[in-house]
């Protein structure tokens, strides 16, 4: 037996270089094969991130709403790919056309080649599947401004519009070859193209929707509703954090010299300097080290260095993620006090912070790295001039108006024919129950109407 199995070992090493090399790939093929595989392993680390997701909001929420926060995520992120494949990509990529400064018309439905062209750095396939990804992450990030209160029906509706127009507008502006794009706009990876305009939709909906029921007393004065799972949450920003690599180094979209390293450095330590930034500044103003706090300025450290990840030296990416940090301790305490109710922070982690990383561009950007990735000019402080800073405070203020426009425009008209929010007593009794017939924990929620504020 012991003969045999050499033998079949010594026949194996003899044929395989053989069958394995029967056509010697060229340079060009293995580098596009590299890159094929680098960026469908970041496609699914991106897509991953809808778990994360799904644990940051059921965790920040209560009880009787964790099966709906969790089965509506995936419905969604569903929904979203056929909306995408069908229109979303067109508008945000499509070819050429007389109105491209302002968006694609083309590869409706798309059809993609079965394999890369000779030539490609990688197969269309796997660009459409990346770009999907980060669509469902923006849209995700809108549903916290729904989270509690909002009819599952117009996350249904909402949906359509936002990733078959709203999204893929902002991407073609600036990803796309669109009129920011030509102005030299800087944003690696989308603390504008998803974060923000994200964030936006979800401050729509929050205004919209007004704050759940509790959250205001009579005077003004704000009560405290706590998330029902902290683990959850702070599982979710691991899982969220994972995910960022490729969500930042994915943006690469090659393999090449391993630039993508760089881009995964500056993005580990904008996240660290946020979640260290918020814990303090938590503790040195309330006397007390919020878990809350500091899970939100990692987040929002991550979110700030997406967009100059690819744009700012080290150091600038620690600095960086140290003000994210502070800034959304802050953030959180001034949309309280204007009464906008965001259980899930997406305004202060994803907006506040999106707006930070994308005019840090235009402070911390160098020369240098503008050049290697071929997009606008370095920064203030590199260059001295205030050109790229100008580009990206106009990238913000037009992307905001634009959603906030779009966003009021399909939230209102839906909040007058279908309704919007849950009735008062669908509210109290949970989601779970009123939309779906089931509590996502059955056993601790034991009949309807009790113990439902756990």
């Known amino acids: 037996m012991i003969k045999k199995t050499i033998l079949a070992l010594g026949i194996f090493t003899l044929l395989f270089p053989v069958a394995a090399f029967a056509e010697d790939p060229s340079a060009a093929t293995l580098n596009m094969g590299l890159n094929s595989l680098w960026v469908m392993l970041s496609f699914v680390l991106v897509l991953l991130m809808q778990g994360g997701f799904i644990l940051l909001e059921t965790g920040s929420t209560r009880m009787k709403n964790a099966g709906h926060v969790a089965g509506k995520t995936i419905f969604t992120t569903g929904l979203a790919a056929l909306v ?37 750095n990688y197969p269309s396939t796997v660009f459409f599947l990346f770009q999907l990804a980060f669509a469902a992450v923006s849209l995700s990030i809108a549903w ?27 991407a073609h502006w600036i990803w796309g070859g669109g009129w920011l794009a030509e102005d030299g706009a800087q944003d690696f990876a989308g603390s504008t193209v998803v974060h923000l305009t994200g964030a936006l939709a979800a401050f729509v909906a929050t205004v919209l929707l007004k704050p759940r029921i509790g959250k205001f007393n ?15 949450t702070a599982l979710s920003v691991l899982l969220l954090w994972v995910g960022w690599f490729g969500f930042n180094a994915g943006s690469t979209v ?8 760089f881009v995964a450095f500056n993005t580990m330590l904008g996240a660290g300097a946020g979640g260290v930034a918020a814990l303090l500044i938590s503790w040195a103003v309330t006397g007390k080290a919020d878990i809350t706090t500091m899970l939100n300025g990692t987040l929002a450290g991550l979110v700030a260095i997406t967009a100059s990840c690819a744009f700012v030296d080290p150091w600038a990416a620690v600095v960086i993620g140290l003000v994210a940090g502070v800034l959304v301790f802050y953030s959180v305490k001034f949309f ?43 920064g203030l402080i590199d260059t ?8 990206q405070f106009e990238s913000v203020v037009v992307v905001g108006a634009f959603v906030l426009a779009a966003s009021f425009l399909i939230l209102g008209v839906m909040k007058l024919i279908i309704g919007f929010r849950v009735t008062e007593e669908q509210e109290i009794i949970g989601l779970d129950l009123s939309e779906h017939g089931a509590y996502g924990y059955p056993e601790q929620m034991k009949k309807p109407g009790h113990n439902i504020q756990n």
């Not at 067109?90 to 694609?104: E, H, K, M, P, R």
């Open 218 to 232: 009579k005077d003004g004065s704000a009560n405290e509703i706590l998330g029902h799972n902290q683990v959850f």
């Open 336 to 378: 309280e006090k204007i009464k906008v109710d965001d259980p899930i922070y997406a305004l202060s982690v994803h907006g506040m912070a999106g707006i930070w990383g994308t005019l840090a561009n235009g402070i911390f950007a160098t020369q240098a790295l503008a050049d290697k990735v071929g997009i606008g000019t370095g």
């Open 384 to 391: 001295g001039s205030w050109k790229q800073l100008w580009v």
């Open 144 to 170: 916290g401004g729904f989270a509690e209160r909002a009819k599952l029906s117009s996350y249904i509706v909402f949906t359509l519009f936002f990733v078959a127009i709203i999204y893929p507008v902002v």
């Open 254 to 261: 090659a393999i090449g010299d391993g630039f993508f390293g």
């Open 84 to 120: 995408y494949w069908a229109f979303g990509y067109g508008i945000a990529f499509g070819g050429d056309s007389a109105v491209n400064a302002l968006f694609g018309w083309g590869n409706f439905f798309f059809d993609p080649s079965i394999t890369a062209s000779e030539g490609d």
